[in-house]
């Protein structure tokens, strides 16, 4: 875990430049646990600290010094050496006066100086204490990783694949079903008509039988009679021996008649031309009929052997239709039974990957409560942060003007008092030379124009 600790000012030294400055120095712990540096608390040597100091007044009068002291105490022994170059105004009253006002005022601020250090004491003692605060809070809550999900997406995007190309080869399977009903149907109306004309073939061929029935009826009944009329001639003719017989035989001894009758027609003849135009006729007749309904037989036959090839193809079609349309089903079926599962298990893979998501979702909540907690906590130690650099800062730049008094105090001192002697405006309880502080800088009221930064 890395985090970062505030090294605390240690107020060294070198070659006349402060070193060892406030940084912030991360720490790596390799076994995770707290790694902290506590800073170590330094006392300044007795040794100078502050370089040597010229000056140069508003007089061209020149002033050196050079500090010696001890930090964190109250005492501090200190050796100036002073060079004034100003003309007659170096006699003992106004030395006096200056030493007076020097040491009062180094009185006053090696008090304020003390207090001034125990309060940045204080403040690093608490710096110290925020820094491991917050690194104990690193460490008792770390950042919670989510889990890699890449693989569910790439098995949701299979699945959706799945779906889509299952659903284009439905919708092809439903395509050549809707085909498939529209030959069938084509084919049902072929068969319709091919049946209408086999129900009127057939009648017609039942009107021709029945025709035929009716001539074989009258073939018998002129058969009939014609049987009828030859025992009728045979029993005239019998009728007619037998009376000449009788005649003869009444007549025969007492009259001898002899009559020339005129020549008699032969019966039998006449009979047998009869008979043979009725038959020649009879055979025309039904010579005629028999080649007459040959003929439609074989018209009749050849239609409806047509007729049943037809209706055999397409009842053949028929057939083939009907089990591909029930090939087709048992498919449609199986594929909707497949659909319905896919969505099932789709339907079960969303559910479940939506109770993960609200999972998530509920954590991703949760963890941005925590880290809105963790940003006010944080902009909170920052803004206590802020205000203690800022108070250090204020601290260290009221330091260094302090240093700036202890090294140029003589100075402003001669400078503000050759003023008030040369404006004739001297006064020991209203001086016209005060020191402000305004963010490290020193000015003058009786010459705005003079100011100097640090």
């Known amino acids: 875990m890395g985090y970062r600790i505030f090294q605390p000012f240690v107020g060294a030294r070198n070659d006349g430049e402060y070193v060892s400055y406030p940084k912030y120095r991360t720490h ?53 050496s002073h060079m004034s170059n100003f003309g007659e105004f170096n006699d003992s009253k106004k030395t ?4 007076f006002n020097e ?53 949701i995007m299979d699945l959706q694949g799945q779906v889509f190309s299952v659903n ?18 084509g084919y049902g109306k072929n068969y319709e008509m091919e049946l209408v004309m086999r129900t009127k073939a ?26 009828y ?23 025969g001894t007492r009259v001898d008649v002899e009559v020339e009758p005129a020549p008699s027609i032969d019966l039998n003849a006449a009979l047998s031309e009869i008979r043979n135009e009725y038959e020649t006729l009879m055979k025309r007749n039904l010579d005629d009929v028999e080649n007459f309904f040959h003929e439609m037989i074989s018209e009749l036959s050849l239609e409806v052997s047509s007729g049943i090839e037809q209706i055999q193809v397409s009842s053949n079609e028929v057939t083939g239709l009907k089990l591909c349309v029930h090939t087709l089903e048992t ?14 298990t789709l339907a079960e893979i969303h559910e479940h990957y939506g109770s993960y998501l609200s999972h998530f979702q509920g954590l991703i909540h949760i963890n941005e409560s925590h880290v809105a907690e963790i940003q006010s906590t944080l902009k909170q130690l920052t803004y206590e942060y802020d205000i203690h650099m800022d108070l250090k800062t204020s601290l260290e730049k ?57």
Request: proline share 2%; hydrophobic share 30%; glycine share 6%.
């Open 229 to 251: 009329l030859e025992e009728e001639i045979l029993h005239v003719k019998k009728t007619s021996q037998e009376e000449i017989t009788c005649l003869q035989a009444q007549l």
């Open 331 to 344: 498919e449609l079926r199986k594929q909707l039974s497949m659909i319905t599962a896919h969505e099932s």
């Open 398 to 454: 009221e330091i260094e003007a302090y240093k700036y008094l202890l090294d140029g105090h003589d100075t402003l001192a001669h400078t503000r008092y050759f003023r008030d002697v040369s404006s004739g405006l001297l006064s020991s309880r209203n001086p016209s030379w005060e020191m402000t502080e305004v963010t490290g800088q020193f000015c003058s009221e009786g010459d705005e124009d003079t100011s100097e930064q640090i």
């Open 28 to 80: 790596l712990s390799l076994d995770g646990g707290q790694n902290i540096n506590k800073p170590q608390q330094r006392v300044l040597r007795n040794e100078p600290h502050y370089r040597v100091h010229h000056a140069k007044g508003a007089f061209m009068n020149t002033h050196s010094s050079s500090g010696y002291g001890r930090t964190m105490g109250t005492n501090y022994a200190v050796y100036r």
């Open 168 to 185: 284009a080869h439905n919708a092809n399977l439903t395509q050549e079903i809707e085909d498939g009903q529209m030959t069938t149907e």
């Open 202 to 227: 057939e009648e017609e061929l039942c009107h021709y039988y029945g025709l035929l029935e009716n001539i074989q009826a009258e073939s018998q009944a002129l058969d009939l009679h014609t049987q």
């Open 96 to 99: 006096d006066l200056l030493n």
């Open 103 to 155: 040491k009062q005022t180094m009185q006053s601020l090696n008090g304020r100086l003390a207090s001034y250090l125990g309060n940045v004491k204080s403040l690093e003692e608490e710096n110290v204490w925020l820094e491991k605060k917050i690194c104990d809070w690193y460490e008792n809550n770390q950042g919670f990783v989510f889990p890699d999900c890449s693989q569910y997406f790439n098995i």
